[in-house]
Every structure is written in C-alpha cells, then in structure tokens.
C-alpha cells in the first residue's frame, strides 16, 4: 500500500469550500482511478491535512497529473475543484507533500457493531 500526505492552512473563510472540493476530488479518485481512499483532518493548529491511501506507487503515479495538476488527463469539474482547492489554500505558507509506503496497518472494522 501507498500513502499520500498533503498539509495546507487554508485562507479565512475558505474552509467549506475547500471541504466541497477536496471530497469531490477524492471522491473521484477512489471511483474511477483507483485509490482506495482519503481522509481529511484538521489539526488544532488550523492545518488541513489529506490522507491518500493507493493500493501502490505505480497506481498513484499513474491516475494523478503530479505537478502539471489539474491537466489534461481529468474531467473538466474535477480541474475545477483542483483549481478551487489550489485557491483556498494560504501559499505563504508552504508545506511539502508527504509520501510514505505503509509497513504495518491495524486499521480494521467491526461491523458487529450497532451505533446509537
């Protein structure tokens, strides 16, 4: 398994943009290009941090435009939300992407259980 981190502060006011965005990128990049999730955090600090999970670095590499993002390789509405996400995000403040192969995993589910 292959993991991708992105961190951002997000512009004042921009946050459930950001949000609508982002879930439809990774929504479609679980559907039609393979991932096998993501997830969205917010850290105390006020970073956003997204968690990409791919089932390899070859399958990553191949669904995702890399810096020419957003490119020719997507649909037009997920450009759109690209472009969206890039605008939110507070470039003076920069952070750089995180890429990690995961060596152990004990994230499991129980589906035995009822929530109230």
């Known amino acids: ?10 512009k004042s006011g921009l946050e459930l943009e950001y949000q609508e965005a982002w879930r439809q990128v990774a929504s479609y990049f ?5 991932a096998l999730g993501s997830c969205l ?8 941090v997204a968690y990409s ?5 070859e399958t990553r590499d191949a669904s995702w435009p890399g810096e020419n993002a957003p490119d020719e390789i997507l649909p037009v509405e997920i450009k759109k939300a690209i472009v969206t996400i890039q605008n939110c995000i507070d470039q ?10 995961v060596v152990d995993d004990l ?10």
């Open 1 to 10: 398994m292959f993991a991708v981190i992105y961190r951002a502060f997000i």
């Open 30 to 34: 679980v559907k039609y290009r393979g």
């Open 41 to 48: 955090h917010k850290t105390t600090e006020g970073m956003w």
């Open 53 to 57: 999970r791919w089932p390899d670095k």
């Open 92 to 101: 003076t403040q920069k952070l750089s992407e995180i890429c990690m192969e």
């Open 107 to 116: 994230l499991h589910f129980n589906y035995s259980v009822n929530p109230r």
